[in-house]
């Protein structure tokens, strides 16, 4: 018998949604981020580091996904009413 072969299966559930992704710079953040854009949401990408969120944005434009990233630190609520009140 051959080797199963995996592909990736694109259903395109959340197309029309945005998703705001905490930790999105780099380990399960941007794994979440990754696969919530191949489903077809608009991600919204927060992290405390901006050159790795720009990383994380043109990886998921690149791949044909919708992202957006705002630097801010959730560990604190002044930072977070902030985010909320950005555009």
């Known amino acids: 018998m ?3 072969s995996e592909t990736s299966v694109v259903t395109h ?3 029309g949604l945005t998703a705001l992704v905490t930790g999105a710079g780099r380990g399960i953040g941007l794994g979440c981020a990754q696969a919530l854009a191949r489903e077809g949401a608009d ?4 992290s ?4 790795e969120l720009d990383l994380a ?3 998921i ?3 044909g996904g919708r992202a957006r990233g705002l630097e801010c630190d959730v ?3 002044e930072a977070v009413t902030d ?3 950005r555009k």
């Open 43 to 46: 991600v919204v990408l927060v």
């Open 75 to 77: 560990t604190k609520p």
């Open 61 to 63: 434009g690149r791949a």
């Open 57 to 59: 944005v043109d990886a």
């Open 48 to 51: 405390r580091t901006q050159t």
């Open 2 to 4: 051959g080797q199963k």
């Open 13 to 15: 559930r959340f197309k």
């Open 83 to 85: 985010l909320l009140d």
